[in-house]
Each structure stands twice: as C-alpha cells, then as structure tokens.
C-alpha cells in the first residue's frame, strides 16, 4: 500500500483490495503511509483506514481517488500509460511533477508563484519551442528533453 502511494499514476485490477492494518498489529507504517494517504484520500478517510486497519475494494479506491483506473488487463492498460507518458516532453512531465509536489505542501498563492517560475524555465528550452512548432504544423512533436 505504502508503496503503491508513491507512485504518480495508481492502476488496480478489479479485484484489489487496500489496507494499512499497521496498528493492529501495534506498528506505524514506515514508508509515508501516514503522510501520503491523507493528501491522497482525505484526513478522514485515512484515518478509518490507518487507525482501524479497514480494507476498501477497488471500486471505492477509485471512487475516494487512491487509484487512477480499475483495469481487467492491467498489462494493457499499463502499455497505454507509457505510450501517453512517451507522447508527452519529458521537461514538462518533470516540471508538471516538481509543481504537484512541491506546490500541494504551499499556500495556494506560493503553489502558483511556483507554477509561474517553472513556466518560465520551460519557456527557455527546445521542448517548448517544438511543442509550439508541432502544434502549428500539426504533427507530433519530436521531443528532445533539452
């Protein structure tokens, strides 16, 4: 579970079931469960699930926002993923990462203040100069994280 929170993109099979049961076992997790459930799910959701060990399915895992996608072929599922990652500049996709992460523990005022800076950065690199160029010409990008 810890570990399945650490990840950007969360995908679960239609029989998935998530818990944290550390504290009945008279353990704390040790991996973020207590930081990263709560800004996943909400702090009472979390709570249910870390102080009292409850289990939820994959459909409520979804429906509260712990997992992206319930997939029946998770392999496949999984492919599309990447080929959407690979689609994308990998500059935007880092800095789009920096701005989740770092913004969600701001005020919103500073989160934008960081949205605007790293805008800025990007607006300084080939990517975005071929995204643009791509855009106008209608074909793909070819991006070359520089």
């Known amino acids: ?5 650490a990840c950007d993109i ?3 099979t239609p029989d998935a079931v998530f818990s ?3 504290a009945r076992e008279g353990t704390l997790p040790m991996w973020g469960g207590t930081q990263r459930l709560p800004r996943a799910i909400s702090h009472g959701r979390a709570s249910s699930m870390l102080l009292l060990g409850t289990e939820i399915d994959a459909a409520t895992s979804q429906a509260w926002g712990l997992v992206h ?3 029946n072929d998770g392999d496949i599922c999984l492919e599309k993923v990447v080929q959407s990652l ?4 990998p500059l935007a996709l ?4 920096e701005a989740i992460h770092r913004g969600s523990e701001l005020p919103l005022r500073d989160g ?3 949205e605007g800076d790293l805008n800025h950065q990007l607006a300084a690199t ?3 100069a071929e995204g643009i160029a791509a855009f106008f010409a209608k074909r793909p990008p070819d991006f070359s994280g520089r």
């Open 1 to 5: 579970m810890e570990l399945i929170l």
């Open 10 to 12: 969360r995908i679960a």
């Open 20 to 22: 944290i049961a550390d």
């Open 69 to 71: 996608e319930i997939a």
């Open 86 to 89: 690979l689609a994308c500049g």
């Open 94 to 97: 880092e800095l789009a990462k």
């Open 112 to 114: 934008l203040r960081l």
């Open 126 to 128: 080939e990517d975005r």
